[in-house]
């Protein structure tokens, strides 16, 4: 309940400082403790050595995973702040608001990762989603930052309608909210109602356009592409992340009851997720758009835990948020300050930007899922979980999924090859000592979770 | 009266909402059939919550079944509320740059 509670209060609080202070770099410095903060009430839920108690009458259930998706998602959220948080302040005349409206998506990811009842899920993706519109559009005389506020706007509210309607014809069909009576086994299965099949399949895809899995993937290339750069790296990396841990939440247990149709709609979905994913992001020239075509890919590759739904998937899971909102917020931190995002934009920053350049690669690396990077492992958690179900589609979705992991390698290998091996003067603007050395940690993190990820899934079972 | 008008009626102003959402080029009317949906749903729930306050009423007089989904058109309510506060601020936002609120102006980012 920590982090709930505390992350709204905190969003509160920091509105207020904006009336204190005019300075955006306390500001900044306020969020940044104030996340700090935020991070050691939800690892203190976690062992239980302080929390705030609150009778929830059964519609919020506190789980080890849950916890730690939390810790994961705040820690990186730091992590983004820390690199890009210089950005954010540059976006508008007020820079408070930002720091609050990433509180308030917090606090929504917060609820997603521990509801146990219908009504909390679909107010925690309301909290998420509602702050995010705003932050799409935070540019406000940019028409491309219009654009995708609008478009993200109505493709979300559109897909919270149908979220709505899936609800209420499974309260239709069961009576109750509660996930424990709503989500059928198997004997329901086999006699379900109509209507309650209808809703599972409506409350599904409501959660794939969240995530930006295919074939509800139409609005995330243009969303990302238009957002300033730090928003959508927060937009592709930790909220995407959550979106993946409420269809867990949701599905997990009851997914092997109903795993024959289960498996094979997820097979179609993440099939189609890593081609579109992957073949069209081979076509970019802007590496910005490259990257939201490579997060839907992404996507594809974290719907592979729930198509196994063993514990390997759920440390997988976990695992590969982590590794991929590193690697991404890294990226991104570079990206927002570039001159020109295209590919020629990328060209000789090995020679004015070495330092800048070799994070960079290590990301890319990471997220191509090379040996001796996070993403590797992140990969390899993914696979080992779908291949331990034992059925045959596993193995076949294996083959295309490693596969398609080669294609990925090619496009951000093309971003490598521009920044080392070509001619041309990259402009990356004001890069502080400090901002070099924030990547730095943040390359060395990336490199340490791909030697030993054990450090990282170990805290999940203490 | 039968519970399955409430259905037909909700099944019909969403699907209204959704055909509305698909086709209609102006951002306020696409944001109103968005409305109508929400609305659809709330209809939905409410009529649920009499079917089941009735079926549990034949065996326990003072049940209080089905109140949860009268709850939850509450809050229904409040985040299209708050949801129309922030969607109107982005459509005002982009009126002022373009003068205009056609969605064919969301075709400029592909390019």
């Known amino acids: ?462 | 009266m039968p519970v399955q008008y409430y259905i037909y009626l909700a099944l019909a102003l969403f699907s209204i909402g959704i055909i509305g959402v698909l086709t209609r080029r102006n951002a306020i009317i696409v944001f109103m059939c968005v409305e109508l949906m929400l609305n659809a749903v709330n209809l939905l729930l409410v009529a649920f919550s009499k079917v089941h306050y009735g079926a549990a009423y034949l065996t326990n007089k003072t049940t209080d079944a089905g109140i949860d989904g009268q709850l939850f058109v509450f809050f229904i309510m409040v985040v299209a509320a708050a949801e129309v506060s922030v969607g109107l601020a982005i459509i005002v936002m982009l009126f002022r740059n373009t003068r205009s609120v056609d969605i064919n102006f969301l075709n400029r980012l592909k390019n």
């Open chain 1, 1 to 462: 309940m920590n982090a709930i509670i505390i992350s709204a209060l905190m969003g509160v609080l920091l509105m207020f400082t904006s009336i204190a202070t005019k300075n955006k770099q306390v500001i900044n410095n306020i969020a940044l403790v104030a996340l700090l903060f935020l991070l050691i009430c939800n690892i203190a839920d976690t062992y239980n050595w302080w929390s705030i108690k609150v009778d929830t009458k059964n519609m919020f259930v506190f789980t080890k995973f849950g916890y730690f998706f939390n810790s994961i998602a705040i820690a990186t959220t730091l992590v983004f702040v820390a690199l890009s948080g210089n950005d954010i302040i540059k976006i508008g005349n007020y820079a408070a608001e930002y720091f609050v409206l990433i509180f308030f998506v917090l606090c929504g990811i917060a609820i997603l990762s521990s509801f146990n009842n219908l009504l909390m899920m679909f107010l925690g993706i309301e909290i998420m989603s509602i702050p995010l519109y705003i932050l799409t559009g935070a540019d406000k005389k940019n028409l491309k930052s219009n654009e995708a506020a609008l478009k993200y706007f109505l493709m979300g509210s559109f897909s919270t309608g149908i979220l709505l309607m899936g609800i209420a014809l499974l309260y239709g069909t069961n009576g109750s909210f509660d996930i424990q009576q709503v989500m059928p086994s198997q004997e329901l299965i086999k006699h379900a109602p109509l209507l309650e099949v209808i809703g599972l399949v409506l409350i599904f895809s409501a959660m794939l356009f969240k995530i930006s899995a295919a074939p509800f993937h139409f609005w995330a290339p243009d969303v990302y592409d238009g957002s300033p750069s730090v928003f959508s790296s927060f937009m592709m990396t930790i909220v995407k992340a959550a979106g993946f841990i409420a269809l867990i939440n949701l599905f997990f247990y009851k997914a092997e009851s109903l795993a024959h149709l289960w498996r094979i709609l997820l097979f179609v979905v993440i099939i189609t997720t890593l081609v579109i994913g992957n073949i069209t992001a081979v076509f970019q020239q802007s590496v910005k758009r490259m990257m939201a075509y490579s997060s839907i890919a992404q996507a594809g590759f974290m719907l592979f835990a729930l198509y196994a739904t063993n514990d390997t998937a759920k440390e997988g899971i976990l695992f590969y948020a982590a590794a991929y909102s590193l690697a991404t917020i890294g990226i991104f931190a570079v990206l927002a300050r570039m001159d020109d995002y295209t590919l020629e934009g990328y060209n000789g920053l090995a020679k004015t930007q070495p330092m800048l350049a070799f994070v960079n690669a290590v990301c890319l690396l990471s997220l191509a899922g090379i040996p001796l990077t996070a993403g590797f492992f992140a990969k390899y958690y993914m696979l080992a979980a779908v291949i331990k179900t034992g059925s045959t589609i596993g193995i076949v979705l294996t083959i295309i999924g490693v596969l398609f992991a080669a294609v990925s390698a090619y496009y951000y290998f093309r971003v490598i090859q521009a920044m080392y091996f070509k001619e041309g003067n990259s402009k990356v603007d004001n890069v502080t000592p400090s901002f070099k050395y924030a990547l730095l940690v943040l390359a060395v993190l990336v490199i340490f979770f791909g030697i030993s990820p054990d450090t990282l899934i170990s805290w999940f079972y203490f």
